[in-house]
């Protein structure tokens, strides 16, 4: 099963906000408003600050703030940055050695499911997280849904 972390979720979370408040918040601010454990959260800023997604300021009016403009930072790009490489099955990777690929029917469908996810986390920008409304008709949230996107990648 294709699932985020706790610490991509939660590091989406913390950019979300950030974009949608326009300032510096600090981790606490972050972790309090949506419940989330704060050791935990600091240590997830902290590899963002390090990617180059968020950069602390010290100070009265210090905590972190986006590093660049949230239209600049795709979903994709923080995943891979706090959870290394999305992989949907071991066939996508180097050491994807199965004792079923002379046989294999599926490898091609799965690929191009792969692909088609990763392209719709790429079209995904923080400044799309933040928005609260639809961007298309009949869409919620907003965002483009892997129904939409995956039809063109499996036919």
């Avoid at 959260?41 to 963002?48: N, P, S, T």
């Avoid at 869409?139 to 063109?152: W, Y």
């Amino acid at each position: 099963m294709l699932k985020l972390t706790k610490k991509a979720d939660y590091g989406l979370i913390a950019l979300k906000h950030l974009a949608v408040k326009g300032s510096a918040a600090s981790a606490k601010e972050i972790a309090d408003c949506y419940h989330i454990p704060l050791p935990l959260l600091a240590k997830v800023l902290q590899k963002m600050g390090k990617s180059g997604f968020v950069r602390s300021e010290h100070g009265t009016h210090g905590g972190y703030r986006l590093a660049r403009c949230a239209s600049e930072i795709n979903t994709l790009e923080v995943i891979r940055a706090i959870d290394g490489p999305i992989i949907l099955t071991s066939c996508f990777t180097n050491h994807g050695d199965c004792g079923q690929a002379e046989h294999c029917t599926v490898k091609e469908p799965l690929r191009k499911v792969h692909e088609g996810i990763l392209q719709l986390l790429q079209s995904i920008s923080v400044e799309d997280l933040s928005r609260d409304e639809p961007a298309t008709p009949g869409d919620p949230g907003g965002l483009l849904t892997a129904a939409s996107i995956l039809p063109a990648y499996t036919n």
